[in-house]
C-alpha cells in the first residue's frame, strides 16, 4: 500500500489523470481492510488474550486510529469519482483542452 500512496500523492499534486482509476481502486482497498478491523475492535472479547484493547478508551483510541486511514480514503474516493474528470473515451490524443476536436478548428474564410 505505501508504494502506492507515493505514486499517488505525486500524481495527484501535478494533477495526473492516469491517477483516477488507481486512485479509486487504491481507497476502496484500504475502506474494505479497515471496516472489518474495525468491527472486530468494536466488537470482539479480548478477556483471553495477552494483547488486544483492554478498555474502552483503548478501542476508541485504535477507532479513531484506524478511522483516519478510512477517512482518507473516502475522501480520495469521492473526490476521483465525483469531482475529478474522467478521460475523455474514444480519443487517443490527450493533449491540452482545446488542442483538438471541433472547438479548436478554425473557421477559413
Known sequence: MTPFLVVG???ALLGARWMRTPSIIYSTAVISMVVPMV??????DFK???VGPSTQEERL???ALYGGFA?????????NVFFRAAPASGSGYQGKIGETGKHSQKKRN
Request: proline content about 0%; charged content about 10%.
Open 39 to 44: 468491527g472486530h475492535l468494536l466488537f470482539d
Open 48 to 50: 483471553g488474550f495477552k
Open 61 to 63: 483510541t485504535l477507532l
Open 9 to 11: 500523492v505525486f500524481g
Open 71 to 79: 477517512l482518507v480514503a473516502l475522501i480520495i474516493l469521492l473526490d
